[in-house]
């Protein structure tokens, strides 16, 4: 085998420019699959975080009529607890399972924000703020001042929602909310803290109240409209899921809820963990296109080596050394263009996966209950650049089968004959 090996490495130095295109094919298509499978996983799995802690949780019970009227954020289908417990018993009752990390109760009700004759649309989400701060990390976001406390008429907004009213800060501002019996409740807060996490829907149109505030305000004591859980192993949300809904059946025959696992949670949802296994294809596409580079290359050399070929077969090679000779050249191509390809795919990677892709512009065209982010940052393990490596040696090494068979099934007494 071994000098097999050198043949193969003298006959490609033969013609150093065809090499070095084909070696270049093949780094362009190696760094190119780990800078796209590195932006693609942290893009998904940024949008899958951020969607799981603000949204949906790893799961989520809803009384079973909530999920047509989220959109209008209804108050006429909450959450109470099992029994009338109260939402946030039923939390606690859920925290107890060995699965759960954080079990918590969240109120989102739709309000108009007022200042002077500047008005504005809202997503009001009143929170038990030490449970989400183990849920969604919201202390990472908090941008100036603190959290609102309990029993005192304080808010947390967006950032860019108070630069767009004018607001700072210490501002007053007032709140005018529909409430669960359907009338108009208006309320001045302070405004204590703000945030600025690059989320539109944190950031442009969000207000944020301690639980109880929230159901004083909206008339829904001891309410919600939905409990978030969030797992300890995030593998495990299937068996949890099933848990959970024991749990709820025990105590609600009737199946008034609803336990959504957030892969259920909308059908975008389900896409974005299908796009993976979509992109990994494509992955392997790229790299056969670059390959087609290497397979032209061999099926030259079988072309020009017809004679040499031949006096090989007449010397006592035999079909599957010629075989062998082939594919470790195209193996060797691959290789080299494998090694380099990973080296600067990983390096370009690597400086985008700290200072990220600026997305700013691109996410503005899109609805603010989509939690992307305005920027991107590409994911980069060894797992990726393996990936990719392993890639760029076996699609070209596997390509030049097709010209080495051609090879082999030369006859060598014909071949001595080739001009």
Known sequence: MTYLVRMAFRNLTRNRLRSAVSVLAITVAVAVVIFAKG???GMIDTFLENTIRFTTGHVRIVDEGYPKKERLLSLAHPVDG???????AFARRLSQLPGVAVATPRLKFGALVSKGDKLEGVLGMGLDLQAEERAAHLSRYLHRGRFP???VAEVLAGQKLLNKLGLEVGSKVTLVANTSFGSLNGRTFTVVGSLASGLAQLDEA???LPLATAQRFVDLE?????VIVMARDSNRVPALTREIAEVVKSGDPEGRYKVIPWYQANSLMGYMVTAKQIYNLIYVLIVLFASFVVINTMLMIVNERTREIGMLGAMGFTGVQTVTLL??????LGFLGSTIGTVAGSVITRMLSVTGIDFAKAVQSLGKEL???TRIYPTFDLGIAAFAFVLGILVPALGTLMPARRAQKLDPSTALRAI
């Not at 099992?82 to 946030?88: F, I, M, N």
């Not at 001891?222 to 939905?226: F, I, L, N, Q």
């Not at 594919?327 to 060797?332: C, K, N």
């Open 371 to 373: 939690l992307f982010p």
């Open 149 to 151: 406390r309990e029993g």
């Open 222 to 226: 001891g309410a919600a409209t939905e």
């Open 206 to 208: 969000s207000v944020f």
């Open 82 to 88: 099992l029994k009338g417990e109260g939402a946030e």
């Open 39 to 41: 932006f693609v996983n």
């Open 327 to 332: 594919v470790l050249e195209g193996a060797i």
